[in-house]
């Protein structure tokens, strides 16, 4: 991180001189609890050492200057209504001022350079971190004097109205809440949230990238939050006291199978049985048992596969070949589906054995490089540097 940081200031101070903030903001893993968030169930996620670097200056007239570092790209504007515009990568900050806006607080000037090292598309959640980074810094640099729960349901609004993407509140949540060596637990209804343990030193988690995005992502993943929405309707004419489908246990869907279609029965099933085993799986991290947390991976997989149906070719071509190397606990897709990378983890002592092979069977089959990644879990959303 730290020549990635010294470029990103370097950068800097060629525009606008001495800096006066800079702040590491994290992309996130998800372990297990995929497709859960919307409908207010349990994930366990991660922050991670691909970080986006966020390095900021008050000025002393009313104009917002801003560059993106990766993209070598720079808008300036002074103080105007807020909208969307043609530059995607201005959006993710222009949405977090368009909050502060909403909430009353106005923002002075400000010179911004940002750029990291988080694959982009690969779902460790770089918008998240842009956002949530930036308005973290922001509070700093003028005093908003946000709590970080504001701070988390700021960036998230900033993502859902700004930028047009229905996300959940998990990737915010553990981008400013994440601690070294912790998954963090969410209960995403009613933002609870425990730590448990990840630091055997003898495992790794290793995120594998198809680079693939199929065109289906998008109309798929609202095609089936619908169907997650429409089906908790209808359960909850039996059981009122269900408001979504982390209200429903596993054996009242069963009983009540024909009142749903096969598919929406299918997509319920899943849900339940990914919530029961984010409870499982925090156990098996109590007792420092990988061989059970790793099948519950496996399981959530296909699940996601079978019953979810939002996996695709390269993703499950990566799950199964990771399952005859005999370094691998667990492994599963990890994010909305239809692409992005699977999560594997995987005996330290073999690493690079386990790197090498994955890397060689993928290219044979699909013809492509295939980009892996060891991750660490790292702390959260932090000042670096504090001029002020």
Not at 13 to 24: A, N, Q, S, T
Not at 221 to 227: A, E
Not at 247 to 257: Q, V
Not at 307 to 316: A, G, R, W
Request: with cysteine.
């Amino acid at each position: 991180m730290k020549d990635i940081l010294n470029q990103i200031a370097e950068q800097f101070k060629k525009f606008y001189g001495e800096h006066h903030l800079i702040v590491k903001s994290p992309g996130r893993v998800n372990l297990i609890g995929e497709h859960t968030d919307y409908n207010e169930g349990f994930v366990l996620p991660a922050s991670v050492n691909k970080n986006i670097i966020l390095v900021l200056s008050a000025r002393d007239d009313e104009k917002y200057s801003m560059i993106a570092y990766d993209l070598n790209d720079r808008l300036e504007m002074s103080l105007v209504k807020i909208s969307p515009g043609d530059k995607f990568w201005a959006n993710y900050l222009l949405g977090v001022i368009d909050q502060l806006e909403k909430a009353g607080k106005s923002i002075p000037g400000f010179n911004c350079v940002f750029g990291g090292n988080i694959p982009i598309g690969a779902g460790l959640s770089s918008s998240a971190a842009i956002e949530t980074g930036f308005l973290f810094a922001l509070n700093i640099l003028f005093d908003l004097k946000l709590t970080e729960l504001e701070i988390i349901k700021m960036a998230r609004q900033a993502e859902n109205d700004f930028v047009g993407v229905r996300c959940g509140i998990m990737d915010q949540f553990v981008n400013i809440y994440g601690i070294a060596g912790k998954l963090l637990k969410l209960d995403c209804r009613s933002l609870d949230f425990d730590y448990f343990p990840f630091t055997n030193d003898k495992i790794k988690i290793v995120l594998c990238d198809t680079k693939v995005k199929h065109s289906l992502a998008s109309s798929e993943y609202n095609k089936r939050r619908l169907q997650c929405e429409n089906a908790s309707l209808i359960l909850s004419s039996i059981d009122p006291r269900i408001k979504s489908l982390r209200d429903c246990s596993l054996d009242l869907l069963l009983e009540n199978k024909k009142m749903l279609d096969e598919e929406t029965f299918n997509r319920c099933h899943y849900v339940i049985e990914e919530n029961i085993r984010v409870e499982s799986a925090c156990s098996n991290l109590l007792n420092n048992d990988f061989d059970s947390f790793g099948k519950c991976l496996f399981e959530s997989h296909y699940g996601l596969r079978d019953k979810y149906q939002v996996s695709c070719i390269e993703l499950d071509y990566l799950v199964e070949t990771a399952a005859k190397h005999s370094s691998v606990f667990g492994a599963r897709m990890m994010g909305g589906g239809f692409g992005g990378c699977t999560i594997n983890i995987v005996q330290k002592e073999k690493l690079e054995e386990f790197s090498l092979y994955i890397k060689e069977n993928y290219a044979k089959v699909f013809n492509t490089s295939l980009p892996v990644y060891f991750m660490e879990i790292t702390d959260g959303t932090r000042v670096i540097q504090n001029n002020l």
